[in-house]
Antibody, heavy 118, light 113 residues
Framework: QVQLVQSGAEVKRPGSSVKVSCKAS????????ISWVRQAPGQGLEWVGG????????TYAQKFQGRVTITADESTSTSYMEMSSLGSEDTALYFC???????????WGQGTLVTVSS | DIVMTQSPDSLAVSLGERATITCKSS????????????IAWYQQKPGQPPKLLLY???TRESGVPDRFSGSGSGTDFTLTISSLQPEDVAVYYC?????????FGGGTKVEIK
């Protein structure tokens, strides 16, 4: 069973960047499709972007294009999501999630709270 | 982008009664080469990540009680809880994984009447 463990909560100033990690265990990371999904306080789920390490390049929701970079380090089975030019509207719980060979979201990390505040 | 429209936004059902949630996609999520609908349903309880309940969209994830069922094809889908239990109080989301960007319905909050 795949487990996804995310890095801890972050507090950031407006205009800064944040990098969140997601370490996978229990599966073949290179075959895994990792997505990053965020949830603003009291709101629904919003897909930020994703990556299939086997195919290399990431894909992003149009809203985040140019401001988010999703990468994967196969040697440590870890995915990273970096978001720049943070604003208060980026305050949210960020989840990594994924499944082998498909964009379905069978497995979820515990979430990382990113708070953007001056 | 494929827009997922869920209804209702919230639902209050008596214990033991049926709860039904609908989800409509703005375009078909049926992949003709394998005749599968790329729809999943998730349950989210407060303070927890979403949990996969159903995919394809009638296949239950391992360990999901059989009171949860899914149906539909093309653009119209339904999640049914046949006999609501206290532990089913949660927000439910549909999601299409037919293409990126992945998109979710707005969520349906299920409560006990």
């Amino acid at each position: 069973q795949v487990q996804l463990v995310q890095s801890g909560a972050e507090v950031k100033r407006p205009g800064s960047s944040v990098k969140v990690s997601c370490k996978a265990s229990g599966g073949t990371f290179s075959n895994y499709a990792i997505s990053w999904v965020r949830q603003a306080p009291g709101q629904g789920l919003e897909w930020v972007g994703g990556l299939m390490p086997l195919f290399g390049s990431a894909t992003y929701a149009q809203k985040f294009q140019g401001r988010v970079t999703i990468t994967a380090d196969e040697s440590t089975s870890t995915s990273y999501m970096e978001m720049s030019s943070l604003g208060s509207e980026d305050t949210a719980l960020y989840f990594c999630a994924g499944y082998t060979g498909s964009w379905r979201l069978d497995h979820w990390g515990q979430g990382t709270l990113v708070t953007v505040s001056s | 982008d494929i827009v997922m429209t869920q209804s209702p936004d919230s639902l209050a059902v008596s214990l033991g009664e049926r709860a039904t949630i609908t989800c409509k996609s703005s375009q078909s999520v049926l992949y003709s080469s394998n005749n599968k609908n790329y729809i999943a349903w998730y349950q989210q309880k407060p303070g927890q990540p979403p949990k996969l309940l159903l995919y394809w969209p009638s296949t239950r994830e391992s360990g999901v009680p059989d009171r949860f069922s899914g149906s539909g094809s093309g653009t119209d889908f339904t999640l049914t809880i046949s006999s609501l239990q206290p532990e089913d109080v949660a927000v439910y989301y549909c999601q299409q994984y037919y293409t990126t960007p992945l998109t979710f319905g707005g969520g349906t909050k299920v409560e006990i009447k």
